[in-house]
Each structure stands twice: as structure tokens, then as C-alpha cells.
């Protein structure tokens, strides 16, 4: 059974920084392509980014582009969000997420992982 498991998450002051990490099992990191999503309290669930299996194209929601950066390690199935000048907007439980699609909907993705808790505040 494929999984996905997100760390990193916690609680930030805005301005501050985080490094989230998803590690993927069960075979599906390679063949994939792997995407990030949050979802506040109320809200539906949103895209943050993705990248491609390759770890050559990523694509990032606007309002994080200039302050998010994706990357992959293959070599140790891990794909990594790093999160820098956060704002109390940012604040979400945040899911990666694995599909063959490259693609910003949540319907293109079939792997989930559990999600991991950001909060940012003063």
C-alpha cells in the first residue's frame, strides 16, 4: 500500500520559516509526480505546489510563489516545502500528495498523506 507522510509542521511567529517533508513509500515516489495542498478551517482545501517526478518543473499558487520553494531528494523518496517569510494566512494543516498528472486540482491525485499542522502567529 502506497503512503505518504508529512513532518515538519508547527508553530511560527509570521516572518518566520518552515521545512515541511514528505516521505513516500510502497513505490509510487518515482512514478509520480508529487503535489502540496492546505486547508484552513472552513475552507476548501487549496493548492500550494507541485513538482514534477524529475524534480525539473514545479508550479506554486501565486500568493507563495516568492516565499515557498519546492524540491526533491530521490534518493530518499522525500519531496520538500520549504516556507519562508510565513504569514498568519499561511496558517493550515498542510497534505502532500502523489499523481501521474501534473496538475494543480485535488481530484488529480490519488495518494494522500495525513497532514501536517502549520501555524503561524504572534
Known amino acids: 500500500q502506497a503512503q505518504l507522510v508529512e513532518s515538519g509542521g508547527g508553530s511560527v511567529q509570521p516572518g518566520g520559516s518552515l521545512r515541511l517533508s514528505c516521505a513516500a513509500s510502497?513505490?509510487?515516489?518515482?512514478?509520480?509526480?508529487t503535489g502540496w495542498f492546505r486547508q484552513a478551517p472552513g475552507k476548501d482545501r487549496e493548492f500550494v505546489g507541485a513538482i514534477t517526478k524529475s524534480g525539473g518543473t514545479t508550479i506554486y499558487l501565486d500568493t507563495v510563489k516568492d516565499r515557498f520553494t519546492l524540491s526533491r531528494d530521490n534518493a530518499k523518496n522525500t519531496v520538500f516545502l520549504e516556507m519562508n517569510s510565513l504569514k498568519p494566512e499561511d496558517t493550515a494543516v498542510y497534505y502532500c500528495a502523489a499523481s501521474v498528472f501534473f496538475s494543480r486540482l485535488v481530484g488529480s491525485y490519488n495518494y494522500w498523506g495525513q497532514g501536517t499542522q502549520v501555524t503561524v502567529s504572534s
Open positions: 510502497g513505490g509510487i515516489f518515482k512514478e509520480h509526480h
